[in-house]
């Protein structure tokens, strides 16, 4: 939730008690520029005092789509497939095999109005898959995700360059990536191809 222009004490107060009302754990979401600490937010240091704990630190790369290579392709000759729907092959390679997808990140997944879900097949199974969806003049990256066995080999490379090319075909000039600080491949990954951090974001709950 955002503060509404309340003073910190009177926010978190006023948030604390709608999500209490909802029976839903007390989450709030701050963000500033690249390396902002928590507590330099008058928000943050009033979430802190009140034993808050900030997690999943997540970091928002941006790039031109004319500075992103060309589709590169995998050893097998295996091109990167496009579809306007997850299909079940596609939910399987994402959540992981024997796995349920949560219903609020299915949700959030097939919610935006325009999106593609691109999925690569090496000897007849979905290796990784990532989706990209369109707003105005932005595309977006998401759910990048590779097999175990599949990584280090060039197919998140070859995902994000296909989604690359395709933004292009749109006409779209900028594209954007988020990534958990946590994981050092992709972020590096994304930074090899041009992107670089435009802010930064972080979840604290109670």
């Excluded at 989450?27 to 999943?56: C, H, I, M, S």
């Excluded at 988020?178 to 670089?196: D, I, K």
Aim: with cysteine; hydrophobic share 40%; proline share 7%.
């Amino acid at each position: 939730m955002t503060s509404g222009g309340r003073a910190p004490v009177e926010a978190v107060d006023h948030c604390e008690s709608w999500y209490d009302q909802r029976g839903l754990r007390r989450l709030f979401t701050l963000f500033g520029p690249a390396g902002f600490a928590v507590d330099d937010d008058p928000l943050g240091r009033e979430l802190l005092g009140r034993a808050y704990a900030p997690f999943k630190n997540t970091v928002v790369l941006t790039a031109s789509t004319g500075a992103l290579p060309p589709e590169v392709t995998h050893a097998s000759g295996a091109r990167v497939r496009l579809e306007p729907v997850p299909s079940p092959a596609w939910w399987n390679a994402w959540v992981g095999p024997g796995s349920n997808v949560p219903p609020a990140a299915r949700s959030v997944l097939t919610g935006s109005p325009d999106q593609l879900f691109a999925s690569l097949d090496v000897g007849g199974a979905v290796v990784g898959v990532a989706r990209l969806a369109f707003a105005q003049v932005w595309a977006g990256i998401s759910a990048l995700q590779v097999a175990p066995e599949h990584r280090r080999t060039g197919v998140a490379m070859q995902l994000v360059t296909a989604l690359g090319n395709e933004s292009r075909t749109r006409g779209i000039r900028s594209v954007y990536a988020q990534v958990e600080q946590a994981n050092s491949p992709s972020r590096s990954l994304f930074e090899r191809l041009g992107f670089s951090v435009h802010h930064e974001y972080l979840y604290l709950g109670a």
